[in-house]
Nanobody
C-alpha cells in the first residue's frame, strides 16, 4: 500500500504564492502511474486541480490554469503544486492523490490527509 504525506499549506494574502508537496512511501511506489491534487472548500464537492502522470503528462482545472504548476522529483515519489497569484477563491483543503497499477493491472487510488490553504483579501 501507499502512504501520502502532504505539507506546505498556510495563510497567504491575495496575490501571494505557496508550494505544496506530497511524498509517497511504501513498497508499491514504483507502481505509481499518476499523482495529483484536488481541493475541497466548506460545503462544496471535491474538485480536481492538477494531475501529472508517470510519463510527465499534466492537466489542470480551468480555474487554476496559468497560475498553478504541478511537477515531480526525479524519483517520481514526490509531487509539488506551485500556486502563484492566489485568490480568496483558492481557499480550501488540498488533498494529494496517487494512482497505482499492480502487476495484475489492477488500479488503486490513494488519498492524503489534506493541508489547509487560506487566502485572505
Amino acid at each position: 500500500q501507499l502512504q501520502l504525506v502532504e505539507s506546505g499549506g498556510g495563510l497567504v494574502q491575495a496575490g501571494g504564492s505557496l508550494r505544496l508537496s506530497c511524498t509517497a512511501s511504501g513498497r508499491s511506489v514504483p507502481s505509481i502511474k499518476a499523482m495529483g491534487w484536488s481541493r475541497q472548500a466548506p460545503g462544496k464537492e471535491r474538485e480536481l486541480v492538477a494531475i501529472i502522470t508517470s510519463d510527465g503528462f499534466t492537466n489542470y482545472a480551468g480555474s487554476v490554469k496559468g497560475r498553478f504548476t504541478i511537477f515531480r522529483n526525479n524519483s517520481k515519489n514526490t509531487v509539488y503544486l506551485q500556486m502563484n497569484s492566489l485568490k480568496p477563491a483558492d481557499t480550501a483543503v488540498y488533498y494529494c492523490k496517487a494512482q497505482e497499477r499492480d502487476v495484475n493491472l489492477s488500479i488503486y487510488d490513494f488519498w492524503g490527509q489534506g493541508t489547509q490553504v487560506t487566502v485572505s483579501s
